[in-house]
């Protein structure tokens, strides 16, 4: 379990591509207080932390993860959002993150509003069901609040903080972008689809 708000970025320095899934080596500098077999939100997938070599974090990403995230165009020298799970007794900043990505959507719009940055997020029906007005989200594992829902696509507002502490700051239109809908939304909708609702 996460809470979206991120305070590290790694680089990937390595990636190593075989039938069975995919393997990635990060370059962090701070390595959070985290050990070997611990779960790390790495662009807000949950991910089995299998070892740790100075500075260097090394994950394996099974089939079924590759498949339904954007790490099925994973590069070398890519920035990725990095947060180690939450522990007993942490403030829940933003909401509660399972690191476990719903759709992949891209990204169609990056506008100046103020201070922050609008960016606007295309994403299947699926995703967007669940997507509710001033609802939750996490993008890329950072939790961030809906400002503007459509039939095809839905909006977010990035301070200036946010942007410089995330790969935010990097993002072009174009870009893939890993979604995960609030978890009490999709409760409420299996509930009311159970009732025929």
Same mark, same amino acid.
């Given at each position: 379990?996460?809470? +979206?708000?991120? =305070?590290?970025? +790694?680089?990937?320095?390595?990636?190593?591509?075989?039938?069975?899934?995919?393997?990635? #080596? %990060?370059?962090?500098?701070?390595?959070?207080?985290? #050990?070997? +077999?611990?779960?790390?939100?790495?662009?807000?997938?949950?991910? *089995?932390?299998?070892?740790?070599?100075?500075?260097?974090?090394?994950?394996?990403?099974?089939?079924?993860?590759?498949?339904?995230?954007?790490?099925?165009?994973?590069?070398? &020298?890519?920035?990725?959002?990095?947060?180690?799970? @939450?522990?007993?007794?942490?403030? %829940?900043?933003?909401?509660?993150?399972? +690191?476990?990505?719903?759709?992949?959507?891209?990204?169609?719009?990056?506008?100046?509003?103020?201070?922050?940055?609008?960016? *606007?997020? %295309?994403?299947?029906? $699926?995703?967007?069901?669940? !997507?509710? =007005?001033?609802?939750?989200?996490?993008? &890329?594992? !950072?939790?961030?609040?809906?400002?503007?829902?459509?039939?095809? $696509?839905? $909006?977010? $507002? %990035?301070? /200036?903080?946010? @942007?410089?502490?995330? *790969?935010?700051?990097?993002?072009?239109?174009?870009? /893939?972008?890993?979604?995960?809908?609030?978890?009490?939304?999709? =409760?409420?909708?299996? =509930? @009311?689809?159970?009732?025929? @609702?």
């Amino acid at each position: 379990m996460f809470k +979206g708000i991120i =305070y590290n970025m +790694g680089i990937i320095v390595e990636v190593l591509k075989k039938s069975e899934g995919i393997r990635i #080596k %990060i370059c962090c500098d701070d390595l959070l207080d985290i #050990k070997e +077999g611990d779960s790390i939100a790495v662009d807000g997938v949950c991910l *089995t932390l299998t070892k740790i070599e100075d500075r260097f974090l090394f994950f394996d990403i099974m089939n079924e993860t590759v498949s339904l995230t954007k790490f099925k165009d994973v590069k070398k &020298n890519e920035k990725v959002n990095i947060e180690r799970s @939450l522990k007993l007794g942490d403030t %829940i900043d933003g909401h509660f993150v399972s +690191g476990h990505v719903d759709c992949v959507g891209t990204i169609s719009e990056i506008k100046v509003d103020g201070f922050a940055k609008i960016i *606007t997020i %295309i994403a299947d029906d $699926s995703c967007l069901k669940q !997507i509710v =007005y001033k609802g939750s989200v996490a993008l &890329n594992g !950072i939790s961030l609040t809906i400002i503007n829902i459509n039939d095809k $696509s839905f $909006s977010v $507002s %990035i301070i /200036p903080k946010t @942007l410089e502490l995330t *790969t935010f700051s990097l993002l072009k239109i174009g870009d /893939p972008i890993n979604i995960e809908v609030d978890m009490f939304s999709k =409760y409420i909708q299996k =509930y @009311l689809e159970n009732r025929g @609702l």
